[in-house]
Each structure stands twice: as C-alpha cells, then as structure tokens.
C-alpha cells in the first residue's frame, strides 16, 4: 500500500524487492556472529496482505485484520511496507494483543504531523498515542532531521546530528533505558539512513545516518523485549542497483537476528 504518501510514491513494491535482494543474505551465516535464525525460529514468508484498491476507506480494517488473524494464530510479525502509514493498523492489531507498546522508531521524519483528522504516511503517531496505542513516555524516535514542534513532542528523541556523534552502543542504551519492561514494536522507514545508503524512498533527506550505525544500534538491543517489527517506505522504482533493498534486507535480517 502506499496511496499515503505525501511525495514520491511507489512503495507498494517494496515487500517484492525486499524478497528479491533478500536472497543473497541467505548464501553465508551472518556476520559477526555467524547466526542462523532459522534454526532456532520457525519462519514462514506470510506473503502479501490482498488490499482493494476501490475501498481506500477499508484500508485500516483491512490490513488490522489481516494482522489480527496472524498474531491470533500465537506467532509474531515481521512486517514489509508499504509506506509508512501502515505501522498505524499495524500497531492497533499488536496493541489488542500486548496494551500500550513502546515505539522505537528509526525515521528521518517524525511522523507526528496532526493536520486535523488527516490519515496519511505522516500522522500515525500523532494517533496513536490518542489511542493509547503506544506509551511516548516509554518511545522513542533516531534518526529525526526535519522540523517538529519540540514544546509538545512527548516522544524522546536522538536526532540524526545528535546520533551521527554518539556511538551506536550509547544510542542502544538510551532505547533500552526509554522503554524499560514494556513490550517494544519497532518500526524503521528505510529514510532514516542517509539518501546514499537508501536512494530508493519517498521523502530522501540528507544528513542520515549510515548502514554501518544502524546495524550496530541493533545488535546492541539485544535482550529487548520485542514484540513486533516494519521495514517500512522501500521505494524499488527510485533505487540504484538494489542498494536500498539490500539495505532494507539486511535491516530485516538484523532484526530477526535481535529476535
Ligand atoms: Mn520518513
Ligand atoms: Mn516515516
């Protein structure tokens, strides 16, 4: 899905290139610890959730419910975008399951515009704290460089200057110290690496972070309690030579490696 996106669209075809760049990583154990998630998780590729196209207004319904039925079933998720707005039904089936979850969010953006009554890839999580969806006391945005009204932001916030200067295991332990015990959904748009690492989004912003920090940020989060997951706002059409689908993959890959 992605009919929420403000500027470049396209990221309906990101769960595909995902797959597709996604199976290199399977030819060699992952570096550095040589793990093979596979043998301790039992994995399945759920496919694609069937959308229709001419109900724009079932969209939420549609993708909570399809949600619904896989946490329903006792496994937990993995998810591809999409643009990002579909961390919002997303959230609302894990916190049916699991109460108010802490967000820990890796974008370049904080999504939190209000706009009114406005439902689109840049508002989620100014709904769904009304919700009660997600705990900001316990939530937490890395990566953020574009403006936002600092005097009402209740999320804690490692901008992308701030997180570009500290070290990747800083950054980790300022997480796990936000989110404490709860239970922890984490959602990265691909935006929040620099265009040069991810080329292939919707709303590149320079001054990112590199695919370097991200991935170390994730293997210091070991022992998290997680308890969902989105690969979010890969855009194949503006890629170069799969670099933000690999990219995108690997992230995946780290994230079931923290599971
Ligand atoms: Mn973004
Ligand atoms: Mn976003």
Same mark, same amino acid.
């Given at each position: +899905? #992605?009919?929420? /996106?403000? =500027?470049?669209?396209?990221?309906?075809? !990101?769960?595909?290139?995902?797959?597709?760049?996604?199976?290199?990583?399977?030819?060699?154990?992952?570096?550095?610890?040589?793990?093979?998630?596979?043998?301790?998780?039992?994995?399945?590729?759920?496919?694609?959730?069937?959308?229709?196209?001419?109900?724009?207004?079932?969209?939420?319904?549609?993708?909570?419910?399809?949600?619904?039925?896989?946490?329903?079933?006792?496994?937990?998720?993995?998810?591809?975008?999409?643009?990002?707005?579909?961390?919002?039904?997303?959230?609302?089936?894990?916190?049916?399951?699991?109460?108010?979850?802490?967000?820990?969010?890796?974008?370049?953006?904080?999504?939190?515009?209000?706009?009114?009554?406005? +439902? #689109?890839?840049? /508002?989620? =999580?100014?709904?769904?704290?009304?919700? !009660?969806?997600?705990?900001?006391?316990?939530?937490?945005?890395?990566?953020?460089?574009?403006?936002?009204?600092?005097?009402?932001?209740?999320?804690?916030?490692?901008?992308?200057?701030?997180?570009?200067?500290?070290?990747?295991?800083?950054?980790?332990?300022?997480?796990?110290?936000?989110v404490g015990e709860l239970p922890v959904y984490v959602t990265f748009d691909i935006d929040?690496?620099?265009?040069?690492?991810?080329?292939?989004?919707?709303?590149?912003?320079?001054?990112?972070?590199?695919?370097?920090?991200?991935?170390?940020?994730?293997?210091?989060?070991?022992?998290?309690?997680?308890?969902g997951m989105d690969v979010v706002e890969v855009s194949p059409s503006y890629d170069q030579?799969e670099l933000t689908a690999i990219a995108a993959a690997t992230i995946a890959s780290e994230?079931?490696?923290?599971?």
């Amino acid at each position: +899905y #992605d009919a929420a /996106t403000s =500027f470049r669209p396209g990221a309906r075809f !990101g769960p595909k290139a995902i797959r597709e760049a996604s199976v290199q990583l399977a030819e060699l154990l992952a570096f550095p610890d040589g793990i093979d998630p596979f043998k301790t998780l039992a994995v399945t590729d759920y496919g694609d959730c069937e959308l229709d196209y001419g109900f724009h207004g079932n969209i939420v319904s549609e993708i909570e419910n399809h949600a619904d039925t896989i946490l329903d079933s006792g496994v937990e998720m993995l998810t591809f975008g999409g643009d990002h707005f579909v961390t919002y039904p997303l959230l609302r089936a894990h916190a049916k399951k699991h109460g108010p979850i802490a967000l820990v969010h890796f974008d370049a953006h904080t999504d939190t515009y209000s706009n009114g009554s406005r +439902y #689109d890839h840049g /508002t989620m =999580f100014y709904h769904a704290p009304m919700e !009660g969806l997600i705990d900001v006391e316990h939530s937490i945005q890395i990566g953020i460089r574009t403006d936002f009204d600092q005097s009402k932001h209740e999320f804690a916030v490692i901008d992308a200057m701030a997180a570009n200067d500290l070290s990747a295991q800083t950054i980790a332990e300022q997480i796990l110290a936000r989110v404490g015990e709860l239970p922890v959904y984490v959602t990265f748009d691909i935006d929040c690496l620099d265009p040069a690492f991810a080329p292939g989004t919707g709303t590149p912003v320079c001054g990112g972070l590199t695919s370097d920090k991200v991935l170390k940020i994730l293997r210091a989060l070991k022992g998290v309690n997680m308890v969902g997951m989105d690969v979010v706002e890969v855009s194949p059409s503006y890629d170069q030579s799969e670099l933000t689908a690999i990219a995108a993959a690997t992230i995946a890959s780290e994230l079931l490696h923290l599971w």
